[in-house]
């Protein structure tokens, strides 16, 4: 059941990630990812107006992502986590030694594989629109790989099973 553990993991980081709107709510940005190479004479200016309207000294500039997209993609992804849980809790409520039950478990097992698929492409559109880096899913992407591998493993075990 290594496969059921991978997939509550999976489902409780991306749920936490979601939840702190996929790190982008309040992210700042120094000016100097802004405006490269900038004058001295710039730079005193912005010094002025950054102190007149009593901004961050430092010159971090607050960028917000779009609430409504951020709203969407946290219901999609929660629905595919909730999804990928349910087909892998669906078969393997079903047993292999009827035809019926086999087949029953087999589709449960493929809806699971086809949604970690979706998972894996919806945390890529999320992360594309809202520019972030990929590198740091690194480790759920690999996560998510790894428990298509357990689930195709689980149902590969199935099918010799099946033939005996």
């Not at 702190?20 to 190479?37: E, I, M, P, R």
């Not at 102190?51 to 929660?78: C, M, T, W």
């Amino acid at each position: 059941m290594e496969f059921y553990k991978a997939a509550k993991r999976i489902r409780t980081i991306l749920t936490v990630w979601a939840l702190k709107d996929f790190g982008t709510k309040k992210n700042t940005h120094s000016l100097k990812v802004f405006a490269k190479n900038i004058s001295e004479d710039d730079k005193k200016l912005i010094d002025e107006i950054f102190n007149k309207y009593n901004l961050s000294p430092n010159h971090q500039v607050l960028i917000e992502s779009p609430q409504a997209f951020i709203e969407k993609e946290q219901g999609r992804l929660d629905m595919l986590l909730a999804e990928l849980m349910d087909n892998i809790v669906e078969a393997n409520t079903h047993h292999n030694n009827m035809p019926v039950e086999a087949r029953l478990r087999r589709e449960a097992q493929d809806r699971a594989i086809a949604t970690c698929f979706k998972v894996f492409h919806e945390i890529h559109h999320i992360m594309s629109v809202l520019k972030l880096d990929l590198n740091n899913l690194a480790e759920v992407v690999d996560m998510i790989d790894r428990e298509i591998t357990l689930l195709r493993g689980w149902r590969k075990s199935d099918n010799k099973k099946g033939a005996s």
